[in-house]
């Protein structure tokens, strides 16, 4: 005799099914979309990637740290005179933090951000010897370095897969309707690394970044001139994005 235990048993099963299919449909479907935009920026952002200016692996996690809320070109115009100062991460453990101050002024939070700088440069000569670690676990436990930088790090110095969640990547993916509205950094890595191919992570950060410097700007987006508006759930004005 089939019982009533039985019978909603199986109906969760058949449930949880159609949960699977509908779920792997929707990922199918964004994979799709981030292919075709990703190939489509591509085209118009070729030399798209990291416009923090570095010569040593230190010199662009310092720069990271400088850029949290500021212009890359803001950053990059006092980096030159800061690593001249402190060529070394051993240099700049031991910088006069009022000196410091001076120095990032121009960058805004300069007291947060040269206290950082500091801390982080004799975190890292102290806890691994002068050498900057590959793995994000041991990354993100230098003052100052959250998982942006962390990613920024590992996928523009290092060359492996990682996605870089920063104000134009946030903006840009959420009008194209990749992730939902209102996620924080974090959850939207988590949520895309799931869709992006590993391979293209990196660069499509990069493209995105990019595209969001240029089009899909904050206050006035130009999506009459914008090559992959047929893509964009801001334009269509409509959850079920093409």
């Given amino acids: 005799m089939f019982s009533c ?7 969760q099963m058949v449930c949880s099914v159609r949960f699977i299919l509908i779920s792997e449909r929707i990922k199918m479907k964004v994979e799709s979309r981030i292919s ?8 118009l952002y ?13 010199e662009l996690l310092l720069s990271g740290i400088l850029s949290a809320q500021t212009l890359d070109a803001r950053v990059n115009s006092i980096t030159p005179t800061l690593f001249r100062k402190y060529p070394s991460l051993v240099d700049l453990s031991k910088a006069d933090i009022e000196f410091l101050e001076k120095l990032l002024k121009p960058v ?17 000569v102290k806890e691994f ?11 993100v436990k230098i003052p100052g370095v959250g998982r942006k930088t962390a ?21 840009v993916t959420a009008r194209l ?9 974090d959850e939207i890595e988590f949520e895309l690394i799931k869709v992006i191919p590993a391979k293209i992570m990196t660069k499509f950060s990069f493209v995105i970044g990019d595209h969001g410097r240029e089009i899909c700007k ?10 992959i508006s047929r893509y964009c759930c801001a334009v269509a004005q409509k959850l079920d994005c093409p």
């Avoid at 075709?36 to 085209?43: G, Q």
């Avoid at 200016?53 to 230190?58: A, T």
């Avoid at 590959?134 to 990354?139: G, I, K, S």
């Fill in 129 to 139: 010897r002068g050498s900057i670690p590959e793995d994000m676990d041991e990354l």
């Fill in 108 to 124: 805004g939070m300069y007291k947060m951000k040269s206290r950082r700088l500091k801390d982080a440069a004799s975190f890292i």
């Fill in 151 to 171: 990613n920024l790090f590992i996928g523009e110095y290092l060359g492996k897969p990682a996605i870089i969640v920063d104000t134009h990547f946030i903006r």
């Fill in 218 to 227: 904050a206050r006035k987006p130009a999506c009459g001139s914008c090559d």
């Fill in 46 to 58: 070729p030399g798209a990637g990291c416009h923090l200016v570095y010569k040593e692996p230190h």
């Fill in 5 to 11: 235990d039985k019978f909603y048993v199986l109906i």
């Fill in 36 to 43: 075709k935009i990703f190939e489509r920026l591509s085209d």
């Fill in 177 to 185: 309707g990749l992730v939902p509205e209102g996620l924080t950094p």
